[in-house]
């Protein structure tokens, strides 16, 4: 899926929010393809498709400026939507976890 132009606003001419989706697919034996839509206002301001091997991690750096954001994430069987907080800080993340057909989105991870 094609990334769009963040809609808030940076100090820096390049707004990138470093590992602001943190990817995990609990599932042993099958890959999982998740589809995310990160908006603001409504708006999409960036979307990406990650495919995760069984029992792997994965982290994603976006082109937005922190603040706060609705992340989508969607799979073949499920979907799920959480209001996040995306920025540099470490817990400044969204968190998406796949696997046995259920896909999960939360704010900050511990």
């Known amino acids: 899926m094609p990334l769009a132009t963040p809609t808030q606003q940076s100090t820096t001419p390049e707004a990138t929010c470093t590992d602001a989706l943190l990817f995990r697919n609990y599932e042993g034996a099958n890959p999982v393809t998740v589809d995310v839509t990160v908006s603001d206002d409504g708006q999409p301001v960036c979307e990406t498709t990650v495919t995760l091997d069984p029992l792997t991690i ?7 400026a922190p603040g706060e954001y609705r992340v989508t994430a969607t799979t073949a069987d499920s979907a799920a939507a959480a209001t996040c907080d995306l920025g540099d800080a470490p817990t400044a993340l969204a968190f998406v976890e796949a696997g046995n057909g259920i896909v ?7």
Request: glycine share 0%; hydrophobic share 45%.
């Open 58 to 64: 994965e982290t994603v750096d976006l082109p937005v």
């Open 104 to 110: 999960s989105v939360v704010d900050e991870a511990y």
